[in-house]
C-alpha cells in the first residue's frame, strides 16, 4: 500500500503483518531439555565411575582410561584456538584444563618413566583428581556445545552446575567404593571380570 503526504515522498506500508511466534509450552521445553541432560549426566558418570573406582581399589588409573581423557582433552585443547577469542571456550582457564591431561601424562613420564609409579607420589594424585573433578567436565561440557548447542543455550547455569556436582559426587562414592572393595565384592568377582584382583579384596568364603 501507497500512502502519500502533500509535499512530501510517498511511503510504502506493507500490508502484511509479521506473525508472532507461538508461545513455547514448558512440558514441551522440559522434555526436550530433559533427555539431552539426562545423557549428559548418565555419560559424566559412566566416564568418571570406573577411573575413580579404579583409583580406590588400585591406587592408580588404567592407561586405557588416561589416553582416552589425554586423547580427547588435547583434541579440544587446539579446536578452542580456531573458535572466536570472545568465546567462553577460548578461555585461558578452560585451555588450562584442558591441557592438564597431557602435561600430567608427560611429566609423569618424565618424572617416574610411567603412570603407575607417578601415582605414588601424593602430588600426582592430587593432580589426578583436579583432572577427574575439572577437566573431564570440562571436556564434556564443550562436547555438548558443539553437537547440541541448543542444550547450554536453553539450560540454566544452575542446572548445569548441577550436573558437574553430581559427576563430583559419583567420582567421590566411585572412588570409596574402589577403596572399600572388600564391603563390596569379592577377589573372585574380580577374577571373573577378567580384572586384577585388589590387595585388600575379600577372600570368597568355601
Not at 63 to 88: E, G, H, K, Q
Not at 96 to 103: D, S, T
Not at 162 to 176: H, N, T
Amino acid at each position: 500500500m501507497v500512502t502519500e503526504s502533500p509535499g512530501r515522498r510517498p511511503s510504502y506500508v506493507s500490508s502484511h503483518t509479521t506473525p508472532e511466534s507461538p508461545p513455547i509450552d514448558p512440558d514441551d521445553r522440559r522434555t526436550r531439555i530433559g533427555g539431552p541432560l539426562a545423557l549428559t549426566a548418565v555419560t559424566l558418570g559412566l566416564i568418571t565411575w570406573p577411573i575413580a573406582f579404579n583409583l580406590g581399589a588400585y591406587g592408580e588409573v588404567f592407561y586405557s582410561d588416561v589416553f582416552s581423557v589425554v586423547v580427547a582433552s588435547t583434541i579440544l585443547f587446539v579446536i578452542t584456538f580456531f573458535i572466536a577469542p570472545n568465546s567462553a571456550r577460548s578461555s585461558w582457564p578452560v585451555r588450562a584444563a584442558l591441557i592438564a591431561p597431557m602435561l600430567w601424562l608427560v611429566a609423569a613420564a618424565w618424572v617416574d618413566g610411567s603412570t603407575s609409579a607417578a601415582l605414588d607420589r601424593p602430588l600426582f594424585v592430587a593432580w589426578m583428581v583436579l583432572i577427574l573433578l575439572v577437566s573431564v567436565p570440562i571436556t564434556l561440557r564443550i562436547l555438548i556445545d558443539m553437537f547440541m548447542p541448543e542444550l547450554t543455550m536453553a539450560a540454566s547455569r544452575r542446572v548445569l552446575w548441577s550436573i558437574v556436582a553430581l559427576a563430583v559426587v559419583v567420582s567421590a562414592i566411585g572412588f570409596v567404593v574402589g577403596r572399600e572393595n572388600y564391603r563390596f565384592l569379592t577377589c573372585a568377582d574380580f577374577s571373573i571380570a577378567g580384572s586384577a584382583e585388589p590387595d585388600n579384596c575379600a577372600n570368597s568364603e568355601s
